[in-house]
Every structure is written in structure tokens, then in C-alpha cells.
């Protein structure tokens, strides 16, 4: 029966909120815990943690614990989930959903959010359908009161994804899948050295038993040979075609070879295709050595990426606050992220589309299983082809040739896009050319012919061997750039880079009427660390940053555990925020300072009077993340000696300038498959150019991505949409996560900062 704690009277009780993660388990459910916790306990309610799934509803006793605000301290690093996982076969059955309500309204707990699968989500909205019934059962056993039943007539419910399958119809990503890609393509990038050294092939199963996002897109961003995925059967008669494909590449010297599957891969007649048939294969026709690689549970396992952190920050708050605000009359709601945007989907009907995927292919429908996958998906399978299978393609005599040119500041991920764009060129019958060092190396007629085999092994190689320069062209310059560009006989010029880029590319466009070489089409591709270029909400590079940072953060906070300590740590990103705020709430910061909202003094005085009273309460650290020109006076180095000054000696205070290291390293796969795609439609948009014969002003565009679609821009109306003063877009839609961060890292009796 219920303590006297928990019958007070609903008028006065808070909203008691209990959350569970169910099924397998997902890097980045500890971020969405604490998200849901956090988020409730600002919004009144009173968090419950519910341990091992389901199961902790039905044995009740400690597997039910209230939850307080630090109780979701410092978790964000941590893989797995922290209040664990389990998939309850008691659970499954009325007996065992009948003691599981009976625990839950011993708690008062009527609203619920669930982080899990298909099927954990299936068992939450029979659950909510039982509600009634299961407490007029309970009541009339005399387990629980008439009261009590009144008092709670209804369970309001939430969930959210933890899949590293990214198998949810209706959803871009789910909860874990992004770390999971990272663990795939880290071993196919360790695999492809190895392979080398002993001219080997590889056969790398991955999972996914009716879902191939993960053996596709490992496929794309590793730059492997072949893939084989569940949604599209291979047409009979495979096993040649693929050996045929390797050979090819041995024929051309490349001494590697990686094939992908799909743990559900299988023939058109449902036969299962294993790795190691596919490895017997390669070796049987091919006459060289192979070797299989499982993968394995070390997919699910390991620290978070920066993306699975972030997001699910944002998919716990959004939860929280769904079922919160959720009414009787509400529909159960799954919260999936829809083009960089989270939205609220009704759980059931997301859960039905999803399973209608096995049945589609199991009825050799795979057309319509790849639809239900998204247009994304159904793309990057026409560029692995692209990418894989046409080879040297000779150029006819009327191919166009088309020059690809790096500037601006440094982003990895511009050797993937100068990769992908050289060989879909080739597959789509260009001449591609090479552009060194910049405009100034239009300028001095640096431009080269690309081949196949000029951009081997690019696809995960940080920096950009075609190099980059920071140079706008000047006035004087811009005779010789079109002088360059006619000797070459360039049709078309893929500009690949950040804001100088940008504007280098807007110059010679806005002088087509004075230099003809220019009247050619023009695309910029966004590849910035700093994510300030217009028309796309993510660039090239950014995430790989954004990685950067956060594992550097996790490692300057580790530095800090034995005593206390506060840190202030700055990141590049000029005059945008972005890096800042979302490695803020990717590592569990407790303040971000902006350019876009400023440092006042007040703000500082509030959080140094907060720090000083939540140290003397027992806390053990502080992290402020400070973006390099928040401020033109409160710089790092100030906020460390206020920070020092009003901690007394009460705490050590460190600062830390990340610097260059945010450009370096090895793109991570959202920012090669990023590449890859822009790339692609980018080549698409020079056909839409030569096309137009009008001479009008849109044949040139800035992409990027909007929505999660790939979107144009005309160029010559650039300006109309940047802050030319603080070279960033006027529209950066990632501020509008101040909130969430708000309301994860302010605790409830802290006043916060006057811009939010």
C-alpha cells in the first residue's frame, strides 16, 4: 500500500513522472534520462527512475527510486544506461502488467516515458490501453484503493527510440545509431590499413536484421567495395558481379577490398546470405586471401558520440515535456527527430510502418520496404553504386569539365567531398579537374586533371590535399583567375569551403557580366568548422569538431575529479555559437556564453554568487564553455580570474583553449556521408546550370541542408540572408536549444542568464 509520502493530496502533490530504458540498450539513453529527469523536476513534476526496464515496474520495492537533480550528474560519457535495461518476458503477460501498475500507483506515478524499440514501445501502449481495466481489477482485489484508482484514471505516456538499427519508420535517427556508425567505420578505417599491408580482403558484418542504415552508410563513408543490406536483395547471379567489381579494383592496384553485410542480408528468394559464404565466395572466385569480421555487441558499447548526446538531450526534454502537458484525450507519442527538427509521431502508427518493413521484404516487395526507409536512404544507395561500381568511365567528346576548388579555413571532410565529387563526376561522364591551393591557385593556374585512382583512400583522411587558402580574391586578381578558368576550358566550379569560400565564389559570380569565364555555373558545398555559412544548418566538418571537443572536455573533466574544480574551456567558431552550445550540452556543461546573447555583468555575478553556494553544498565541479568571441573583454582568461577570485581558495580554477585541434583528425561518418551527399547534388545542379541557356542570374547556388533535405540557394541573393558584420547566417536555427540547455543545467532555484 502506499507511505503516507505518497497519498498526499493530488492538489498539493507534484506530478510524480517515472522513466525506464527497455530492450537492447543505446549509447545515449544517459543522456536522455537525464534530459526527462531534469526537464520534469523544472517543470514541477517529481522524476522516478525505474530499474531494469519493465521488469523494475513489476518486482517493485528498490527497482522504483526517486530521483533528484544530481542524481543524473555526470552521466553523459557513460555508454549503456545508468538505471540498466531488460527485456521482460513477465512483462509480456497481464499478470505481470497488473503488478507493475500496482507499484506504479504505490508511487503515485501515472505519467511514464519509455526509451526503447519497436516492442517496447508496443508494450507501453497496451499498457496505456489497460490502464483502466488493470486498476478497476486491482481495486476490486482490495491491492489498491477506490481513491487511488480516482486519483489516477489515466497513464500518460511518452517514448523515445534507443535503436543503434536506426530501424524506426518516421524517424531520421534513433537514439544510439550515430555511435554505432562511429564504431563501424573507426574498425573499417583500422581493417582497410591491415588489408593493405597483405592485399587482403574483407568480409565486416554489421548488425541490422531487417534494417541495412548501418552496413549502407558504413559502406558510403568508408569507402568499401560492395554492401549487401536486408530493404534490397542482391538480383541473382551476385556472387559474380561482386567478385567481378573486386577484381577490378585489384586490376587498377588497389590492394584492398571490404565488403559490408547486414547480419539480415539475403538473397531474393529469402535465402540468407552469411559473411561467411560471402568470405568462401571471394576466396573460391577471386584466388586470394579473406577474412570475416563480426563486429559484434562492441557496436552498442563505449562512450557516446557528441550527436547521441546532444540529440538525445533534446529527445528527453521534448518527452518530458510531452507527457507532462499530455491530457486523456492525448494520443500516445514517440518523439523522433524529422529533419534536424523533433517532432511528436503517434507511437503506434510509427511502430506499425516499422514492422511493415520485415513483411515487405519477406513478400519480395523491396521497392516499397526502401521507401518506407526515406528518400535519404533510397539516395545514398544510388551513390554507393556510383561510388562502387562504374569504374573508369572514358568522357565523351562533349564532356564538360568541371573544376573543384577548396578556401576558407581548414574542415575535415573536405578530402571525402573532393573524393565523392571526382568519382561521381567520372561515373556521370565529366572530366573533373583539381584545383591547388585556393583561388590563388586559380589565379596562378595551379588546375589539374582528377582520375579514379587520384583520390584512392581520401574518404577518411583529415585535412585537404588539394589544399586551402583563406584568400578572397581581390580585384586585380580576378583577370587572371578567368584567364585560368578559359585556358582550362572549366564548364563548371564546385566551391568547396566556409564563409571566404562563400564570398570568394559570391565575387566572381556577381562579375559574369565583366569576365565570361564566370558565366558558368557555380555551387558553394558548406564545409566550415565554425557552421556559419548560409543555407545549410550543418557543415562539412562541424560534427567532426563538435566530436573534438567533446572528447576533450570529457578528458579535461576527468583531469578535475579528485578535487574541486572549475573549468573554462574555449571554443573556435568566430562570432557563431555553435560549437559552444552544443558542446555545452553534449558534455554536461553547466554554462555556455555566446556571442549572439553576450556576457553582461550580471549574468557573471549570478553564476559566481550560484558557484560559490553550490560548492559550499558539496559540488565538485563546474564547466563553462566560453565561445572566442562571446566577449570582447570577458575573455577565458578573465572569466578564469573571477572565477579564482570569488572561489577563495574553495576550488582550483584551470582554463583551456582547444585551438587548432578542432580542425584536425579524421572526418566521423555524419561528415563524410554529408560530403558525399552535397557533393552528389551539387554535380546534379551543373546539369540544371548548362541546361539554362537564358543567361538568367540562377544559374549559380549555395546548398546545403535544410530540414533534412538538400535545398539550393540562388547565389547572387547570398547576401540578403547573413550578417555581413558577424559573418554567420541571420537565421541559426540551433539557438533555439538555449532552452533545452537551459533546462537541463539550471537547476530549478537558479536565476538564468538574462538572454534566456
Known amino acids: 500500500m502506499s507511505t503516507p509520502d505518497e497519498t498526499t493530496s493530488p492538489a498539493t502533490s507534484p506530478v510524480k513522472l517515472g522513466i525506464l530504458t527497455s530492450g537492447g540498450d543505446a549509447q545515449g539513453m544517459n543522456a536522455a534520462v537525464r534530459a526527462v529527469v531534469r526537464t520534469a523536476i523544472r517543470l514541477g513534476a517529481q522524476p522516478y527512475a525505474i530499474y531494469e526496464g519493465y521488469q523494475g515496474m513489476i518486482d517493485g520495492g528498490d527497482g522504483i527510486k526517486k530521483f533528484d537533480w544530481d542524481s543524473v550528474g555526470s552521466i553523459m560519457h557513460r555508454g549503456g544506461t545508468l538505471i540498466g535495461t531488460f527485456r521482460s518476458k513477465e512483462f509480456r503477460e497481464r499478470a505481470g502488467r497488473l503488478k507493475a501498475a500496482a507499484n506504479l500507483i504505490e508511487h503515485g506515478i501515472d505519467h511514464l516515458v519509455v526509451i526503447g524499440g ?10 496505456r490501453q489497460e490502464w483502466a481495466s ?20 489515466t497513464l500518460m505516456i511518452a517514448g523515445l527510440v534507443g535503436s543503434i538499427d536506426n530501424d524506426l519508420v518516421g524517424t531520421d535517427m534513433t537514439i544510439g545509431a550515430d555511435t554505432a556508425l562511429h564504431r563501424i567505420v573507426d574498425a573499417i578505417d583500422d581493417l582497410a590499413s591491415t588489408a593493405a599491408s597483405h592485399q587482403r580482403s574483407f568480409v565486416v558484418e554489421v548488425m541490422g536484421r531487417h534494417c541495412g542504415y548501418l552496413a549502407l552508410m558504413a559502406s558510403v563513408a568508408g569507402g568499401c567495395d560492395y554492401c549487401l543490406i536486408p530493404e534490397n536483395p542482391p538480383a541473382d547471379g ?32 529469402g535465402n540468407p546470405i552469411s559473411s561467411e559464404y560471402v568470405r568462401s565466395t571471394l576466396e573460391e572466385r577471386l584466388g586470394e586471401d579473406a577474412r570475416v569480421t563480426i563486429l559484434g555487441h562492441v ?66 516487395d523491396f521497392d516499397a520496404a526502401m521507401a518506407l526507409r526515406g528518400g535519404s536512404f533510397t539516395e545514398m544507395r544510388q551513390i554507393f553504386h556510383e561510388l562502387a561500381e562504374p569504374g573508369r568511365v572514358e568522357p565523351g567528346s562533349g564532356a564538360k569539365r568541371v573544376a573543384i576548388v577548396h578556401a576558407g579555413g581548414l574542415a575535415p571532410g573536405m578530402n571525402t567531398a573532393a573524393r565523392a565529387a571526382v568519382r561521381l563526376g567520372i561515373a ?6 583539381g584545383v591547388r591551393n585556393g583561388f590563388v591557385g586559380m589565379r596562378d593556374g595551379q588546375i589539374e586533371e582528377m582520375t579514379w585512382d587520384d583520390v584512392e583512400g581520401w574518404t577518411g583522411e583529415g585535412g585537404a590535399e588539394l589544399g586551402t587558402r583563406r584568400t578572397i580574391p581581390s580585384v586585380e586578381h580576378l583577370y587572371p583567375i578567368s584567364r585560368s578558368l578559359e585556358e582550362h576550358g572549366v564548364d563548371a566550379l564546385m566551391v568547396i569551403g566556409g564563409w571566404n569560400a562563400y564570398q570568394a565564389a559570391y565575387l566572381l559570380h556577381s562579375e559574369k557580366d565583366r569576365y565570361p569565364a564566370f558565366n558558368i555555373p557555380i555551387v558553394c558545398v558548406p564545409a566550415t568548422i565554425d557552421n556559419n555559412v548560409p543555407g545549410s544548418e550543418l557543415a562539412i566538418g562541424t560534427d567532426t569538431a563538435l566530436n573534438v571537443v567533446v572528447e576533450a572536455i570529457d578528458r579535461i573533466k576527468m583531469s578535475g575529479s579528485a578535487t574541486k574544480r572549475a573549468f573554462v574551456v574555449e571554443t573556435m567558431g568566430r562570432y557563431c555559437g555553435y560549437l559552444a552550445l552544443m558542446s555545452g550540452m553534449a558534455a554536461g556543461a553547466e554554462r555556455v556564453y555566446l556571442h549572439e546573447t553576450g556576457i553582461s555583468l550580471g549574468d557573471l555575478y549570478r553564476d559566481m554568487e550560484w558557484l560559490r553556494e553550490s560548492y559550499e553544498n558539496g559540488r565538485r565541479l563546474f564547466l563553462a564553455i566560453r565561445n572566442e568571441r562571446a566577449s570582447e573583454h570577458y575573455d577565458t582568461e578573465f572569466l578564469a580570474k573571477l572565477l579564482e577570485e570569488e572561489g577563495k581558495e574553495e576550488f582550483d580554477v584551470r582554463s583551456t583553449i582547444l585551438g587548432h585541434i578542432q580542425q584536425g583528425g579524421a572526418p566521423t561518418p555524419f561528415d563524410r556521408l554529408l560530403a558525399t551527399r552535397l557533393t552528389s547534388n551539387a554535380l546534379e545542379l551543373f546539369r540544371e546550370g548548362w541546361a539554362d541557356t537564358t543567361g538568367r542570374s540562377n544559374k549559380s547556388w549555395y546548398i546545403g541542408l535544410q530540414e533534412g533535405r538538400v535545398a539550393k540557394q540562388p547565389l547572387a541573393h547570398m547576401m540578403e540572408h547573413v550578417d555581413p558584420t558577424f559573418r554567420r547566417p541571420l537565421d541559426q536555427w540551433w539557438m533555439e536549444l538555449q532552452e533545452v540547455f537551459a533546462d537541463v543545467s539550471y537547476e530549478p532555484s537558479t536565476p538564468m542568464h538574462d538572454s534566456l
Open 134 to 153: 488493470l486498476l478497476e481489477e486491482l481495486a476490486s482485489d482490495g491491492r489498491i484503493t477506490r481513491e487511488q484508482a480516482a486519483a489516477h484514471p
Open 299 to 364: 557496436q552498442r558499447g563505449g562512450t557516446p558520440s557528441a550527436y547521441d548526446r546532444w540529440a538525445s538531450t533534446w529527445l528527453g526534454h521534448e518527452a518530458a515535456k510531452e507527457v507532462l502537458a499530455a491530457t486523456p484525450d492525448s494520443p500516445g507519442m514517440v518523439m523522433a527527430l524529422r529533419g534536424n527538427r523533433v517532432t511528436g509521431t503517434d507511437l503506434m502508427e510509427a511502430v506499425q510502418d516499422t514492422r511493415k518493413v520485415p513483411e515487405l521484404i519477406a513478400a519480395g
Open 428 to 433: 556521370r561522364g565529366h572530366t573533373m579537374l
Open 118 to 127: 519497436d516492442g517496447s514501445l508496443s508494450g507501453l501502449d497496451l499498457f
Open 238 to 269: 551476385w556472387e559474380e558481379k561482386m567478385c567481378a567489381e573486386l577484381k577490378r579494383g585489384r586490376d587498377a592496384g588497389r590492394r584492398d577490398s571490404i565488403v559490408i553485410v547486414a547480419e539480415g542480408a539475403q538473397d531474393r528468394a
